[in-house]
C-alpha cells in the first residue's frame, strides 16, 4: 500500500504519544494522542491493515481526500505514518467531540432548536466535502463545527461526478443512495437528505426509524413517503426548521436548492 503522503517509522512512538482512546471511525479506532516534539494534541486513527485488506482501496481514497479537502469546516488532515501492519492516520483534535457528544453536554435529550440552527448552518458550509450525520460532526474548543469520517465519502470532492458507491449509515441514506445501483448514480444532492435527516436527529434526540433494523430501513426508505418533523411529546418544533427539513427531504433532490 502507498497512501499519499505516508512513511515508514521504526518507532513510531517516539513521534506520538497516545493518550486514550475516544472513538471508533470508519476502518479503525480514534484516540487522542499528542506531538512529542511540540506537545500538540492530535487525533489518531489507527487501522490495522493486515486485517482491512479488502478495504484497502477505500482507506487510499480517504488519504487522497483528507489531502485534497483545504476547509475550515472540514478536519484537518496532518499526516500518515505506517508502523508494521499498522497505518497511523494524524488529524486535528476537536475537544468537545461529536455533535451528539454536544447534546449530553449541554442537557440531556435532543438539542435545542438555536444551537441545532448554528450546527446545520456550519454544515451547509462544509456539505459538498462529506456526506454528514451527526456523529460525524465534530465540535472543537472554541464551538468551530468541522466535518469527519471520510470513509464514507467516494469522490466527494469532485462534486459534480455521479457517485455509484453504497455506502453511509442507512438511518441516513437518502432513497437515490440506496437504489443507485440500479441508476446513473447520484449526486451531492442527496447529502441534503442526509443534514435533513440530521436536523431531525439533533432536536428530537435520534433519527426516524431508530428503534428498527439498519437492513429493514434500508427496504422502507425508497418505499415510504419522506419523514417529517412534527410537534410530540409535549415539544413544538417552529415553523422555520419544519421547512428545512421539508425541503431537505425532498424525494425529488432536482428541486432542492439549499446550498446553490
Excluded at 503522503?5 to 494522542?33: A, D, M, P, Q
Aim: glycine share 8%; net charge negative.
Amino acid at each position: 500500500m502507498n497512501p499519499g503522503s505516508s512513511k515508514s517509522t521504526t518507532n513510531i512512538n517516539e513521534s506520538y504519544e497516545l493518550i486514550e482512546r475516544i472513538g471508533k471511525g470508519s476502518f479503525g479506532e480514534v484516540f487522542k494522542g499528542k506531538e512529542k516534539n511540540t506537545g500538540e494534541i492530535v487525533a489518531i486513527k489507527i487501522i490495522d491493515l493486515e486485517h482491512s485488506e479488502d478495504e484497502i482501496d477505500d482507506i487510499q481514497k480517504e488519504i487522497l481526500l483528507l489531502q485534497q479537502c483545504e476547509s475550515p469546516y472540514v478536519i484537518k488532515y496532518i499526516g500518515s505514518l505506517i508502523d508494521q501492519t499498522d497505518l497511523w492516520i494524524i488529524m486535528e483534535y476537536l475537544a468537545v467531540g461529536s455533535a451528539m457528544d454536544l447534546v449530553g453536554m449541554i442537557k440531556p435529550g435532543p438539542m435545542d432548536e438555536q444551537y441545532a440552527a448554528v450546527i446545520l448552518r456550519e454544515v451547509l458550509n462544509g456539505l459538498l466535502y462529506l456526506h454528514s450525520e451527526a456523529a460525524n460532526i465534530l465540535i472543537g474548543s472554541q464551538f468551530q463545527v468541522k466535518l469527519a469520517d471520510f470513509g464514507v465519502a467516494g469522490q466527494i470532492c469532485e462534486r459534480q461526478q455521479k457517485r455509484q458507491t453504497f455506502v453511509g449509515t442507512p438511518f441516513w441514506m437518502s432513497p437515490e443512495v440506496i437504489t443507485a445501483q440500479n441508476t446513473d448514480g447520484y449526486d451531492e444532492k442527496a447529502d441534503i437528505w442526509s443534514l435533513g435527516i440530521t436536523a431531525i436527529e439533533l432536536v428530537k434526540g435520534e433519527p426516524p426509524h431508530a428503534n428498527k433494523h439498519a437492513m429493514r430501513v434500508l427496504q422502507m426508505i425508497p418505499q415510504m413517503e419522506a419523514p417529517i418533523l412534527q410537534d410530540e411529546n409535549g415539544i413544538t418544533f417552529s415553523k422555520s426548521i419544519k421547512e428545512f427539513v421539508s425541503l431537505c427531504l425532498n424525494k425529488n433532490p432536482v428541486s432542492v436548492n439549499l446550498i446553490g
